[in-house]
């Protein structure tokens, strides 16, 4: 069918522009959640769309139903649903353009964002309690076939089953309570023996933490992620709609994918062309700059000899005047000490003539 050539065309040409941003980007790539969220859904496009073509080779015909639900054409369609819901979903960053809606999508990114983590939280207590609530109640699995009218029996084995245990354990989320999938019972009443009410009392402190403390911790994160993106909302949504238009500004975003193949192709004969034009304007130029480079090496000689000459003289008159400027400072000493002699004579004829009067 066309349309399935047509899809298979959108998609590819979409995983490969996320893999060209991923190289073209590096880091930078994954500092955007619409990144992840764009890639993880072409990914899932790719991969369930491979899958499905896969196997339908296998079967016969395009009915699904036929075949288990393990079968690789189920679990290639499960991505593509996946992947075609995700699709939808991304339309909403285009409110990001708006005003008033903008500003809840940023919120509604952030509190994602809180439900990843209070999600890993939940899988760590939900794994705990599953192994401790199995180990508990498996007893009562092994021997159910084999147990006597007098024994103790479970009022639902849910619990004491794997596949019943992660199920209950999951949906009590959203309803707890059902004691009686925890219950043992005896002759028709439940039994508080020990074990038995440890048991019940297990299954009571799973909800407990699971609905009033995580719950609530999860709504309380919600209500402190709504309130800072609140205070700064007009600040979050300028920055989220201007990194949103930005991707829209590369020479590229002129065509959308697929047709964004002709934007490559354009660019691909420009760089052809323009590598045969550019080396018929290097060896030009190769050659330029060597007749210049000569022309710039004769004139340096030249100045370089006319400048040595003037620069001998220049030494010669320096060097004369520094043997002239050391001879008249011996001479200037010389003058003093001659005056200090004469100085000395005079003083002592003075004094001579003084002692002859006397």
């Known amino acids: 069918w066309y349309y399935?050539?047509?899809?298979?065309?959108?998609?590819?040409?979409?995983?490969?522009?996320?893999?060209?941003?991923?190289?073209?980007?590096?880091?930078?790539?994954?500092?955007?959640?619409?990144?992840?969220?764009?890639?993880?859904?072409?990914?899932?496009?790719?991969?369930?769309?491979?899958?499905e073509f896969y196997g339908f080779k296998q079967i016969k015909g395009d009915n699904r139903a036929i075949v288990s639900g393990n079968h690789v054409v189920n679990v290639g369609a499960t991505f593509v649903s996946i992947a075609a819901s995700m699709s939808?979903?991304?339309?909403?960053?285009?409110?990001?353009?708006?005003?008033?809606?903008?500003?809840?999508?940023?919120?509604?990114?952030?509190?994602l964002k809180d439900t990843a983590i209070i999600f890993v939280l939940f899988f760590i207590i939900y794994v705990s309690f599953a192994i401790g609530t199995f180990s508990m109640f498996k007893p009562f699995t092994?021997?159910?076939?084999?147990i006597t009218g007098d024994g103790f029996k479970m009022k639902a084995d849910d619990l004491a089953n794997v596949k019943g245990l992660f199920s209950a354990m999951f949906w009590r989320l959203f309803d707890p309570g059902e004691?009686?999938?925890?219950?043992?019972?005896?002759?028709?009443?439940?039994?508080?023996?020990?074990?038995h009410f440890v048991g019940l009392a297990f299954w009571a402190v799973y909800q407990a933490i699971l609905v009033i403390l995580l719950v609530?911790?999860?709504?309380?994160?919600?209500?402190?992620?709504?309130?800072?993106?609140?205070?700064?909302?007009?600040?979050?949504?300028?920055?989220s709609k201007s990194y949103y238009q930005v991707?829209?500004?590369?020479?590229?975003?002129?065509l959308p994918p697929p047709f964004r193949l002709i934007y490559y192709y354009a660019k691909l004969m420009y760089r052809t062309k323009s590598n045969e034009a550019?080396?018929?304007?290097?060896?030009?130029?190769?050659?330029?700059?060597?007749?210049?480079?000569?022309?710039?090496?004769?004139?340096?000689?030249k100045s370089d000899e006319e400048n040595s000459i003037q620069d001998d003289f220049s030494d010669l008159r320096q060097d004369i005047q520094n043997i002239v400027s050391e001879k008249q400072k011996a001479m200037h000493v010389e003058i003093h000490e001659l005056k200090e002699m004469i100085v000395g004579l005079k003083n002592e004829m003075r004094l001579l003539n003084s002692v002859a009067s006397e």
């Not at 991707?247 to 975003?253: D, E």
């Open 4 to 51: 399935d050539y047509m899809t298979v065309i959108f998609v590819v040409s979409y995983f490969l522009e996320d893999l060209v941003d991923i190289f073209g980007r590096y880091r930078n790539f994954f500092s955007s959640f619409w990144n992840i969220y764009s890639l993880l859904n072409h990914t899932l496009f790719m991969l369930g769309g491979c899958l």
């Open 88 to 111: 939808f979903f991304s339309t909403v960053r285009f409110l990001l353009l708006h005003r008033k809606l903008g500003p809840v999508v940023v919120c509604i990114i952030r509190v």
């Open 142 to 146: 092994l021997s159910h076939n084999n």
């Open 179 to 195: 004691n009686d999938l925890a219950s043992i019972i005896k002759d028709g009443e439940v039994s508080m023996q020990f074990s």
């Open 216 to 239: 609530n911790i999860f709504i309380a994160m919600m209500n402190t992620t709504y309130m800072n993106v609140s205070q700064c909302a007009d600040l979050e949504w300028k920055y």
């Open 247 to 254: 991707q829209f500004l590369t020479p590229r975003a002129v």
């Open 278 to 301: 550019l080396k018929a304007d290097r060896e030009t130029k190769i050659r330029e700059y060597i007749i210049l480079l000569h022309k710039l090496v004769t004139t340096k000689k």
